[in-house]
């Protein structure tokens, strides 16, 4: 039978992955989470072992002695201050991870990693790209770009499972869509918390963005659907040594999203909000890449070098959201709901109750949860002022058949954020 490791165990798509492990235990009897600490309760076919994956080999090595399995599934990630510090940083961690299991003597019994990467294989960082976005679309590298850790990661990959005789899977999921324990770094709890305390102030959801994204089609990936993809692929013999995009399936628009967004919170779209002129304080634009990643591989070939679309891409915020989220009424706002309706206990309770702590808890609010959500990732998300369509047929033609709705997989997370008190419960209209 498999058996699984997981790293990144708390991560908004490793949780997801040992959730999803966990709840078939006949086939999946033994599940290894790994992170730093554990923030919930598993079953039985689940444990918990603590490592620091930024450590040498030798020492993950020691931490990682009696953790052995036939799958892995690699969903850990550090954010670094630039793209050299990702691309050290986590090409390491990788590198010296797969060091310590042959180390260790595990890597005889594995049969396939799963390697969980990212759209920003494509470019998508850096500007416009290619429409749609296929995975055997050319990297985005050479002089004058960035190092993308991702790509780095895939090479340390191929080579180690080469050597190693086991097998290799990649995915590249977009604009996740799901929940972590204790960590904000997602796309649904920002937007919520924006939502929310938007209805407090005022009703009036406005669209943040740029004008021109808020009509362009875009893709998203649930946290569940990527999950279930994983599992799929570590198993599917025909998915050996395989790079697949990981989309929900459906296409969208935020001009479809943001009414269902705004009813979901009690609040009503400004139907002139476009007409409104963007307040001058509160406003950005930001240049991306001097050169958009579509000049790299599909300009030449479909015609396009002298088109207004090989500019550089821009991200224009109507409303920029991390000044957004520090204006005084704003945290006031913030602060009453957090205040009225307990909102961070949750994560206080559910710490003390796998603690198995018996004395008298008091139970404080947490005001500090605002400023975990991260406005710049939002703000980069919506801002953006070019198309995301990544296309999802190779994973079709490989056997894959699952799909999720995306404002589904929206809604099912806002209410586990509602559940976990880190959003206040929906008043509608």
Request: some cysteine; aromatic content about 10%; overall charge negative.
């Amino acid at each position: 039978m498999p058996t699984a490791i997981v790293t990144g165990a708390t991560g908004i798509l490793g949780r997801e992955i040992v959730h999803h492990l966990a709840k078939d235990p006949e086939t999946w009897t033994s599940v290894h989470a790994l992170s730093r600490s554990q923030k919930e309760a598993y079953p039985s076919n689940v444990k918990h072992d603590t490592i620091d994956l930024t450590g040498d080999a030798s020492t993950m090595a020691k931490q990682l002695a009696g953790v052995e399995a036939s799958h892995v599934f690699f969903a850990a990630y550090l954010q670094g201050d630039s793209e050299q510090a990702n691309w050290d940083t986590n090409g390491a961690m990788l590198h010296n991870f797969i060091s310590a299991l042959s180390e260790t003597g595990a890597t005889k019994l594995l049969k396939r990693f799963i390697l969980v990467t990212g759209a920003k294989q494509y470019g998508l960082h850096l500007g416009r790209v290619k429409t749609p976005m296929e995975e055997s679309d050319p990297r985005i590298d050479g002089p004058g770009r960035p190092p993308n850790f991702y790509y780095r990661q895939q090479d340390i990959l191929a080579e180690e499972a080469h050597k190693g005789g086991w097998d290799w899977v990649v995915t590249y999921p977009n604009d996740v869509v799901g929940l972590a324990s204790n960590n904000f770094m997602n796309l649904a709890t920002s937007l919520g918390l924006y939502a929310a305390v938007s209805r407090e102030l005022c009703g009036e959801l406005e669209w943040p963005g740029s004008e021109a994204f808020y009509s362009m089609a875009t893709t998203f990936t649930a946290s569940k659907l990527h999950a279930h993809f994983c599992v799929w692929a570590a198993l599917a013999p025909g998915a050996a040594n395989q790079a697949f995009n990981v989309i929900n399936g459906d296409v969208q628009t935020w001009e479809n999203l943001w009414p269902k967004l705004a009813r979901r919170f009690g609040c009503r779209v400004p139907q002139g909000q476009f007409a409104r002129e963007p307040n001058s304080d509160s406003a950005t634009s930001m240049q991306l890449a001097d050169k958009p990643p579509l000049l790299d591989y599909a300009a030449a070939k479909a015609g396009l070098v002298s088109s207004q679309n090989m500019r550089p891409s821009v991200v224009e915020a109507r409303i920029d959201l991390e000044k957004w989220s520090r204006r005084p009424e704003v945290k006031a706002a913030w602060e009453r709901l957090a205040l009225n309706e307990g909102l961070g206990m949750f994560i206080v309770l559910d710490f003390l109750w796998q603690a198995r702590q018996e004395h008298k808890l008091t139970l404080v609010a947490d005001l500090d949860l605002f400023d975990k959500a991260t406005w710049w990732f939002l703000k980069f998300v919506l801002g953006r002022n070019f198309e995301i369509l990544i296309s999802g047929s190779k994973a079709r033609e490989f056997g894959y058949t699952g799909f999720k709705d995306t404002w589904a997989s929206f809604e099912e997370v806002f209410q586990e954020l509602e559940d976990a008190k880190i959003l206040p419960k929906t008043r509608l209209t």
